[in-house]
């Protein structure tokens, strides 16, 4: 990491010295060069400084303190719109989006999105906010469907996803998921066609791996269509929602019953720009599967002690 970085910061400070100098002694130089070497010193300004060692954290696993001390230290402050700005120019086109979710504690089945006006629950009539006007309960949930739709954008992703039925088998053994009886049965054999297919992961975790911090709960999503040694790799998982640790049973519930109804089975049904999202089962330690179990499902059957969705999410 450190010797990509230096260089992103080596290839700053050369242009921000020719900048000083000014492109006057580019004059001199052959027309193509001079074009090349122009197009590289746009290239360098600060927002793609900023861009580049954004990509460097997302490779390394940098902290975001080392990444900015590194750039102060060596070529000054990057104006703190610069990197607003370049942020969400990331977070745009990575489909990223935050739905701040406020649910019913009173009686648990009731979620209200950020667009929504009401203080009151329309099932049982509690207050959304307590006496400071601060919401009594949130959830940050990540939309799957936008995160989707861009990554199908992309034809490199679509490449991956022909690795059902591109790979090398053998009637013989059973060497994936995608061999088993169980996904036989629920999705058939692959003749072509593109499709994603989810498995569930929820585990509970301290917040910023700090122990005895506050605990959050992730809702991941692994995309078993890609290749196994990419499919269990942080990088190529879809972050669903974090719900706070100290919700149970229903209280999470209602959660899972709202992505349910705002985008899951729709995605399962009508599928995103002809390619199907199916949900396949959930990888849950036993208090998860606990919980699980008390969320609204219409049809399970266990395998191995792992309960699987047969038909949709929930």
Same mark, same amino acid.
């Given at each position: 990491?450190?010797?990509?970085?230096?260089?992103?910061? +080596?290839?700053?400070?050369h242009f921000k010295r020719r900048k000083r100098r000014g492109t006057g002694s580019l004059k001199k130089r052959p027309k193509k060069r001079r074009r090349l070497l122009v197009k590289k010193i746009e290239e360098l300004n600060p927002e793609n400084v900023w861009l580049k060692c954004r990509l460097i954290q997302r490779q390394t696993g940098c902290s975001h303190k080392?990444?900015?001390?590194? *750039?102060?230290?060596?070529?000054?402050?990057?104006?703190?719109?610069?990197?607003?700005?370049?942020?969400?120019?990331?977070?745009?086109?990575?489909?990223?989006?935050?739905?701040?979710?406020?649910?019913?504690?009173?009686?648990?089945? +009731?979620?209200?999105?950020?667009?929504?006006?009401?203080?009151?629950?329309? /099932?049982?009539?509690?207050?959304?906010?307590?006496?400071?006007?601060?919401?009594?309960?949130?959830? #940050?949930?990540?939309?799957? #469907?936008? #995160?989707?739709?861009?990554?199908?954008?992309?034809?490199?992703?679509?490449?991956?996803?022909?690795?059902?039925?591109?790979?090398?088998?053998?009637?013989?053994?059973?060497?994936? !998921?995608?061999?088993?009886?169980?996904?036989? /049965?629920?999705?058939?054999?692959?003749?072509?066609? @593109?499709?994603?297919?989810?498995? @569930?992961? !929820?585990?509970?975790?301290?917040?910023?791996?700090?122990?005895?911090?506050?605990? *959050?709960?992730?809702?991941?999503?692994?995309? %078993?269509?890609?290749?196994?040694?990419?499919?269990?790799?942080?990088?190529? =998982?879809? %972050?669903?929602? @974090?719900?706070?640790?100290?919700?149970?049973?229903?209280?999470?519930?209602?959660?899972?019953?709202?992505?349910?109804?705002?985008? =899951?089975?729709? =995605? +399962?049904?009508?599928?995103?720009?002809?390619?199907?999202?199916?949900?396949?089962?959930?990888? %849950?330690?036993?208090?998860?599967?606990?919980?699980?179990?008390?969320?609204?499902?219409? +049809?399970?059957?266990?395998?191995?002690?792992?309960?699987?969705? #047969?038909?949709?999410? !929930?």
């Open positions: 990491m450190a010797h990509v970085a230096a260089k992103a910061v +080596h290839d700053y400070l080392a990444i900015k001390s590194m *750039i102060n230290s060596v070529c000054g402050q990057i104006p703190r719109a610069t990197m607003v700005k370049m942020d969400k120019k990331l977070i745009d086109g990575g489909g990223g989006m935050c739905l701040q979710l406020n649910g019913c504690n009173s009686c648990n089945r +009731h979620v209200f999105l950020p667009s929504s006006k009401e203080t009151c629950c329309p /099932k049982c009539g509690g207050a959304r906010f307590d006496n400071k006007g601060k919401p009594k309960e949130v959830c #940050q949930y990540f939309p799957l #469907q936008k #995160q989707i739709e861009k990554l199908l954008e992309l034809p490199a992703f679509r490449d991956l996803l022909k690795y059902e039925h591109q790979r090398a088998t053998n009637s013989a053994f059973m060497t994936d !998921v995608h061999d088993s009886p169980m996904w036989v /049965k629920r999705f058939g054999v692959c003749e072509g066609t @593109l499709r994603i297919v989810l498995q @569930l992961c !929820v585990d509970g975790i301290p917040a910023f791996a700090i122990k005895h911090s506050l605990s *959050i709960k992730p809702v991941v999503f692994m995309n %078993l269509s890609l290749p196994p040694k990419l499919r269990a790799q942080a990088a190529y =998982m879809f %972050l669903l929602m @974090l719900i706070p640790a100290k919700l149970k049973g229903q209280a999470a519930r209602k959660y899972y019953d709202f992505a349910a109804e705002y985008e =899951m089975n729709t =995605m +399962h049904d009508h599928g995103i720009n002809g390619v199907k999202v199916m949900m396949f089962g959930n990888t %849950l330690d036993t208090p998860g599967r606990a919980e699980m179990l008390n969320m609204q499902v219409r +049809h399970i059957q266990r395998c191995f002690s792992i309960p699987l969705l #047969q038909k949709k999410f !929930v």
